[in-house]
């Protein structure tokens, strides 16, 4: 009976090795408080006052403190044709309605870690991902709800937008902990709508997708291979590619 219970563990402790990685490497900021925590622009995004048309990006930064090394966080940055400012769209758990859609600084860090650019649109295509995106807003589902694990989060948010706007086929990072989230549904296309995941509650799932690949998702850490990139995905760690 023990050997039975010994092979799960031994799973468990295979799951937890990338974020155990992370921390121990010193990758991972665990002193900074969140209040002196870096903020700055990734200078990602294009200028308002010499880029007249529409944009939209999709950005994703580990997540602050110990958190980052299971998961990132990511939002999405619009600015209409001829706006002067951005406007960020995100998710966070520290206030009810969880949803935040405010003028910002579109690629800033997110407490000490640097933002990544995940996809971008220009011109009507922009334009008409905006509308949709502001169309969708007051219709998010969890707008009263965050768990960090297993969602409904900041990723679960980014990965629901993502779903239902046709112009955006992005795909969120593997460790991007809350974008398997369904709620009750068990089945859905991927958030860059080029195939197909199973999730239970976020728990447990697979994927098979053009752009993610193959993901298996176990307790919300994802496993799996990206063709595209030749990448494997680890728990944590996310993608990391075999061949640079």
Same mark, same amino acid.
């Given at each position: 009976? =023990? ?31 969140? #209040?002196?925590?870096?903020? #700055? %622009?990734?200078? @990602?995004? &294009?200028? &308002? ?24 966080? %990511? ?6 044709? +001829? ?24 690629? =800033? ?18 334009? =008409? ?23 409904? +989060?900041? +990723? ?6 993502? =779903? ?10 593997? +460790?991007? @902990?809350?974008?398997?989230? *369904? ?15 199973? %999730? ?20 919300? *850490? ?23």
């Amino acid at each position: 009976m =023990r050997r039975y219970l010994l092979y799960p563990l031994l799973f468990l402790l295979l799951l937890l090795a990338g974020p155990a990685a992370l921390l121990l490497s010193g990758q991972i900021d665990l002193q900074t408080s969140w #209040s002196n925590a870096d903020r #700055s %622009s990734a200078q @990602l995004a &294009p200028d &308002p006052a010499r880029t007249p048309e529409a944009v939209v990006q999709v950005y994703a930064a580990r997540a602050y403190n110990w958190r980052g090394a299971f998961a990132v966080h %990511s939002w999405i940055a619009t600015k209409a044709a +001829n706006a002067s400012q951005y406007r960020v769209r995100q998710v966070t758990g520290w206030r009810r309605p969880t949803v935040i859609d405010r003028y910002d600084v579109p690629d =800033r860090a997110w407490f000490g870690s640097q933002a990544q650019l995940l996809g971008e649109l220009r011109g009507e295509a922009a334009a =008409r991902a905006i509308t949709e995106i502001d169309r969708l807003l007051p219709g998010y589902p969890y707008a009263d709800e965050y768990r960090a694990w297993p969602g409904p +989060n900041s +990723n679960t948010f980014v990965a629901w937008l993502l =779903r239902r706007v046709p112009e955006l086929q992005v795909a969120l990072p593997s +460790n991007a @902990l809350g974008k398997d989230y *369904l709620g009750p549904q068990l089945l859905a296309a991927t958030p860059s709508k080029s195939g197909y995941q199973l %999730s239970l509650g976020g728990l447990f799932g697979a994927t098979l997708a053009a752009q993610e690949g193959l993901e298996l998702n176990v307790l919300g *850490l994802v496993v799996g291979f990206d063709w595209q990139q030749r990448a494997i995905k680890l728990p944590g760690m996310g993608e990391v590619r075999l061949l640079q």
